[in-house]
């Protein structure tokens, strides 16, 4: 799944394909990958409109065949999906008319993306007993949470886990959807979660603010 190739926010750390990797491993290892990649993150974000595509490497031919033949017995994707999944696979080149267009549209995005990333981070690091790292690439932030001991007692006695517990009442309190951390395997009395940093650049302050108050009030009533 190579739906966040574009969204990298460290030029340091280039995004390395699966299949790129495989062709130069020496010797070549007899490996069947699938590669999926689709227009619903990057900087296109279209996740409304389905598009995207996989490509298979190492497969017999048969089973190849035999998919295609699965594939082609279900209904065809949408239309405007399949435009847009042409596009991204083959944007505007240099010298094409709307190039430099296209690449200003992109790097504004991806820019916009990053001061989104910083600002969140530093607001959360901000927070009594929240530590998160800065994002490297995705559209994710993936904090750490330490949670007063009555509030771990309220999450046991409601019969939630703690995380979940705090998540729920971030989004009853404030509407701020986030994802519980206990939901990814985390190390036991651990707690964190995932938020992303999409809202409109012009929106953030709002969206920290108030899930910065939240976070003191919740840590207030269970001190």
């Not at 017995?73 to 042409?86: E, F, R, V």
Request: proline letters at 8%; hydrophobic letters at 40%.
């Amino acid at each position: 799944d190579e739906v966040y190739q574009e969204n990298i926010y460290d030029s340091s750390l280039p995004f390395h394909s699966f299949k790129k990797v495989l062709k130069q491993m020496t010797p070549e290892p007899p490996l069947q990958l699938v590669s999926l990649h689709s227009i619903s993150k990057g900087f296109l974000g279209e996740c409304g409109l389905r598009g995207g595509y996989m490509e298979l490497c190492g497969f017999d031919p048969e089973v190849q065949a035999q998919l295609l033949k699965l594939v082609s017995i279900g209904l065809c994707s949408n239309t405007l999906g399949q435009i847009a999944t042409g596009l991204m696979v083959k944007p505007p080149l240099p010298g094409d008319p709307s190039h430099a267009a296209y690449v200003a549209e992109r790097d504004g995005i991806m820019a916009s993306l990053q001061r989104r990333a910083q600002r969140l981070v530093r607001a959360l690091n901000e927070l009594e007993g929240v530590t998160c790292n800065q994002p490297q690439g995705a559209m994710y932030a993936f904090p750490s949470i330490t949670l007063p001991p009555k509030a771990v007692a309220a999450a046991e006695a409601a019969g939630k886990v703690p995380d979940t517990f705090y998540a729920l009442a971030l989004l009853e309190r404030t509407g701020i959807v986030v994802v519980p951390g206990s939901g990814f395997g985390q190390k036991e009395s651990s707690w964190h979660f995932r938020t992303t940093f999409l809202p409109p650049e012009e929106d953030m302050e709002a969206v920290i603010q108030r899930m910065s108050e939240f976070h003191r009030d919740f840590l207030r009533q269970y001190a």
